[in-house]
């Protein structure tokens, strides 16, 4: 899996809530999110896993940062290619997220059930998610381009597939800043993906 800007995604979870960024950001000492967050930085994925696990196993997690800790263990997983695994943890991470701030571990989810094959239920939680949450997409640009990159790469419905390529170009177009991100979320996909999304976009264009 290619790795071009692969920490991006994280970095735009972490960096929007403020006890699990790094020390310098919020005040205090690092915490073992903090630590796992600079190797995500360096790419080093198997180093973030094993200490999100240690963290998590030895109670080093307080139970406020516990959703977000779930979320980065699940993106180191999905990363190494450990589906199963991330699918269970982006599952716990979303369980517990009663205040929704891990909005992209939805399309991390939807993700992973991709690449491991479950592509009937990657369509469900993409839809699922757009339903909910992407009325107004400016509230989580990241999440929602995901959804409807998803949903237009497995919906049977040409309709569909068009409006929701669509969809995920106006949310890229509107946030240039977020371009690395966007392109992480394009990366996962490849090389399969990126293929039939960049056939649909140019079929609804030409």
């Known amino acids: 899996m290619k790795h071009i800007a692969a920490a991006s995604a994280v970095i735009t979870l972490v960096l929007a809530l403020c006890p699990v960024a790094r020390a310098e950001f919020c005040g205090g000492d690092e915490s073992k999110l903090d ?19 240690g963290a998590l196993q030895n109670g080093e997690v307080y139970a406020w940062e516990r959703g977000t800790a779930l979320a980065m263990l699940a993106e180191a ?37 991709y690449l491991a094959g479950r592509t009937d239920e990657a369509l469900e939680v993409a839809t699922a998610f757009a339903f909910d949450m992407c009325g107004d997409p400016q509230g989580a640009p990241v999440a929602c381009y995901g959804a409807n990159v998803m949903i237009g790469l497995l919906t049977p419905d040409d309709t569909l597939m068009f409006e929701s390529v669509q969809n995920a170009e106006l949310i890229r177009g509107a ?18 993906g990126l293929v039939q999304i960049a056939s649909v976009h140019q079929s609804h264009n030409g």
């Open 35 to 53: 630590e796992a967050y600079m190797l995500f930085e360096d790419e080093d994925f198997e180093g973030a896993k094993e200490v999100l696990v």
């Open 77 to 113: 997983q999905l990363r190494l290619g450990e589906y199963r695994p991330a699918i269970i943890n982006y599952r716990k991470a979303i369980e517990v997220d009663s205040d929704g701030e891990l909005l992209e571990s939805h399309n991390g989810l939807a993700t992973a059930l």
């Open 175 to 192: 946030n240039p800043r977020l371009e690395e991100s966007f392109a992480d979320v394009r990366a996962r996909l490849e090389p399969e």
